[in-house]
């Protein structure tokens, strides 16, 4: 008999329940956005037909959200009010940083006491995704192991990273956990904004501003940060020449 190491994969139950709640982070500047960003908030910008942050919202909704948890510092105004139009039927929550920018991490503890389940899914606003044969909030929902994780990113292979020029974010090994890119290296995978994340993840966090990835690195140190990979579409739509990139990507099927 053959001791080969063999690993395991077991087909995900993808009727596992999502997250009712979602952080939706909507609070950037866009400045590699402009000109478009100067009248309006990034989330705004629209690709193929739509605002960015509503491909997010019915994407969420079809997964089954129930309430969105939104930060907003530029143009704030014009967020709320376009939330307070478009989301009939998603409970909303607005996490106010209009005094201070808080970045990706700070953003998270000042909106935590709104976030109301445990693990809660985290989405950038500005996300472009298509699913892949299965609905991939779903699919990462299937993933989650709260015995083993913190934090379960959803990456995308560098080669299907549309509109994206840099050298990769992350390393995987077979079981999923995550390691870094080595400086001046390049890594397989790319971070699609997309991640389910425990509470707990955001205990003893920094105050004040401080990045996401100061919580990742002490997940990754514990062996708790884990990744799996998106089976659909992805773009970076982050520049205006990126919006008819994606569009062009789009049409061609």
């Not at 969420?60 to 307070?84: F, M, Q, T």
């Not at 478009?86 to 909106?111: M, N």
Request: charged share 25%.
């Amino acid at each position: 008999m053959s001791t080969a190491r063999r690993t395991l994969r077991i087909r995900p139950d993808i009727s596992a329940a999502v997250p009712r709640t979602a952080m939706v982070m909507a609070a950037g500047l866009g400045k590699r956005m402009r000109p478009l960003t100067a009248t309006r908030p990034k989330p705004l910008v629209e690709v193929a037909g739509k605002p960015l942050l509503d491909h997010v919202l019915d994407r969420l909704r079809a997964a089954g959200v129930e309430k969105v948890v939104v930060n907003v510092h530029y143009l704030a105004d014009s967020l709320e009010a376009h939330l307070k139009a478009r989301c009939k039927d998603l409970e909303v929550a607005i996490s106010d940083e209009r005094e201070q920018l808080l970045e990706t991490g700070g953003g998270l503890v000042r909106a935590r006491s709104m976030i109301d389940c445990d693990p809660f899914l985290a989405v950038n606003s500005d996300n472009f995704w298509v699913d892949g044969p299965s609905d991939t909030l779903k699919l990462l929902a299937s993933q989650w192991d709260a015995e083993r994780m913190d934090a379960l990113l959803l990456l995308v292979p560098q080669a299907r990273a549309g509109n994206h020029g840099g050298s990769g974010d992350f390393h995987m090994d077979v079981n999923g956990r995550l390691r870094r890119r080595a400086p001046g290296r390049v890594a397989p995978f790319v971070y699609t904004g997309i991640q389910l994340m425990a509470q707990r993840l955001l205990d003893d966090a920094p105050e004040g501003p401080f990045s996401t990835n100061i919580l990742w690195d002490r997940a990754i140190e514990q062996g708790r940060c884990f990744g799996t990979v998106h089976q659909g579409l992805w773009f970076d739509v982050g520049t205006p020449a990126a919006i008819s990139a994606t569009e062009e990507a789009l049409a061609r099927g």
